[in-house]
């Protein structure tokens, strides 16, 4: 029996990177799939043709994931076609290096409302449907800045930092209602979204990390699905940092 079988997965940010590698994964494992997108429709698409091509069930819709009424569509449309959510995965996010003295106040505001304000929401309407169902997964994307902030990456740091600190907050609140928390904080992982960073920037964190390797999609899966399967039900609050080395916890 696959590992996921039965189950009903949302993965906001699901049509590219590393979502999109989550929603096949999962998928792979038996699980149907719910997901948004922001403006990639025809990458969304294509990951909804690849799961039905395999005999799995996808849903994807537009939504912002800072947009409450937008957020409450999505789940509302994914328990409404599929009955229940099972895990949750907040992955969406985006982020482009900035030194302080030069970050505008929309870029501060902006990148918090997606990191923090995103997850908030999914978890704000998804938590009453697993606390009716007596059981729930909720993983969040952290990242490594969220354990090592960095020079030129204040916003994403203090919003991943903040991320753990709800994911061992909420851990503690739910679990004896049936809700694991976690959170996963791989390194710098080769998706779309860093594709149009500076690549020295990128070879100088290469050679920092002591596997001397950036991640690899599947590096960070095989740690997302452990934390969504059986395999992981003694685990809440915890900080899994698929990172080659990069932090150590």
């Known amino acids: ?66 947009d409450s009424a937008e957020v409450e569509g999505l789940v509302d ?29 929309d870029e501060w505001d902006g990148l918090l409302a997606v990191h923090l304000r995103g997850m ?7 938590v009453p449907a697993m606390l009716k169902q007596g059981k729930g997964n909720i993983i969040n994307m952290v990242g490594s800045f969220g354990i090592q902030p960095e020079a030129h990456w204040t ?22 209602q049936g809700v694991r928390v976690n959170a996963v904080c791989p390194a710098m992982t080769k998706t779309e979204l860093i594709e149009k960073f500076d690549p020295d920037m990128l070879e100088g964190v290469r050679q920092r990390y002591p596997l001397k390797r950036l991640g690899e999609v599947k590096d960070v899966t095989a740690t997302v699905l452990f934390l969504a399967s059986d395999d992981s039900d003694y685990f809440t609050g915890q900080t899994l940092a698929p990172c080659g080395g990069d932090v150590m916890v």
């Open 120 to 126: 908030f929401l999914f978890s704000h309407f998804v």
């Open 77 to 105: 449309a994914a328990l409404s076609r599929f009955g229940r959510i099972d895990i949750l995965v907040n992955n969406a996010g985006v982020a482009a290096p900035r030194a302080f003295t030069e970050m505008t106040i």
């Open 1 to 66: 029996m696959k590992r996921l079988e039965g189950r009903v997965a949302l993965v906001t940010g699901g049509s590219r990177g590393l979502g999109r590698g989550i929603a096949l994964a999962f998928a792979g494992e038996g699980a149907k799939i719910a997901f948004n997108y922001l403006q990639a429709e025809d990458a969304a698409r294509e990951v909804v043709g690849e799961i039905e091509q395999k005999g799995g069930e996808a849903l994807a819709r537009k939504a912002d994931v800072t």
């Open 155 to 176: 916003h994403l740091s203090t919003a991943k930092a903040g991320m753990i600190a709800f994911t061992r907050s909420l851990a503690r609140e739910l679990g004896d």
